[in-house]
Antibody, heavy 123, light 111 residues
Framework: QLQLQESGPGLVKPSQTLSLTCLVSGGSISNGAYYWNWIRQHPGKGLEWIGYIYYDGSTYYNPSLKSRLTISVDTSKNQFSLSLSSVTAADTAVYFC???????????????WGQGTLVTVSS | QSVLTQPPSVSAAPGQKVTISCSGSSSNIGKNHVSWYQQLPGTAPRLLIYDNDKRPSGIPDRFSGSKSGTSATLGITGLQTGDEADYYCGTWDSSVSAALVFGGGTKLTVL
């Protein structure tokens, strides 16, 4: 059974860089059928897609976050990571990692999710 | 403001049926397939429907999806108290600022 587990600091100071890692178990991150994503949810709000990475390192980011965002992959450790720079209180959210399957039909479901981790930006 | 529009809340009695709408545009729902997610309180979202109307293994057939034009609908029959959750639609938006997008979410209350 595929599992994703987020890890990283729960508290980040304003202007610093938020860094999270998602460890994938029960399946290979190098499976070319899938893209590996970060999604966040502000407290009491809806879901916001952050970006994805493919096993070969190619990425696609939400244009609204692109200037501050880096997503990387380590296939040897079967994990991928998020780095969001110059954070403010507006970046306080629960951050989820999720697997996305891309179908030629134009279907892009997130079929597996991590449990999520709360990151608070505060001094 | 979310790219996809959902009603903030819906409610129905146990055993009844409810539908949740998701309205978009020609650049998202009109061009791509829709997925639906269930988020129980304090948990991660779970995929309920993909490809507009397909259910992953393990999802009961009480859950159904449909799409017409630039709108999609999630249907839930035989409502149970355990269905109380937030429901989100999602798809790819192929506009100039292309991105994966979600609706704002709908809170389902089973009275």
């Amino acid at each position: 059974q595929l599992q994703l587990q987020e890890s990283g600091p729960g508290l980040v100071k304003p202007s610093q860089t938020l860094s999270l890692t998602c460890l994938v178990s029960g399946g290979s991150i190098s499976n070319g059928a899938y893209y590996w994503n970060w999604i966040r949810q502000h407290p009491g709000k809806g879901l916001e897609w952050i970006g994805y990475i493919y096993y070969d390192g190619s990425t696609y980011y939400n244009p609204s976050l692109k200037s501050r965002l880096t997503i990387s992959v380590d296939t040897s450790k079967n994990q991928f990571s998020l780095s969001l720079s110059s954070v403010t209180a507006a970046d306080t959210a629960v951050y989820f990692c999720a697997r996305l399957r891309s179908y030629a039909s134009g279907s892009y479901p997130f079929d597996h999710w991590g449990q999520g981790t709360l990151v608070t930006v505060s001094s | 403001q979310s790219v996809l529009t959902q009603p903030p809340s819906v409610s129905a009695a146990p055993g009844q049926k409810v539908t949740i709408s998701c309205s978009g545009s020609s650049s998202n729902i009109g061009k791509n397939h829709v997925s639906w997610y269930q988020q129980l309180p304090g948990t991660a979202p779970r995929l309920l429907i993909y490809d507009n109307d397909k259910r992953p293994s393990g999802i009961p057939d009480r859950f159904s999806g449909s799409k017409s034009g630039t709108s999609a609908t999630l249907g839930i029959t035989g409502l149970q108290t355990g269905d109380e959750a937030d429901y989100y639609c999602g798809t790819w938006d192929s506009s100039v600022s292309a991105a994966l997008v979600f609706g704002g979410g709908t809170k389902l209350t089973v009275l």
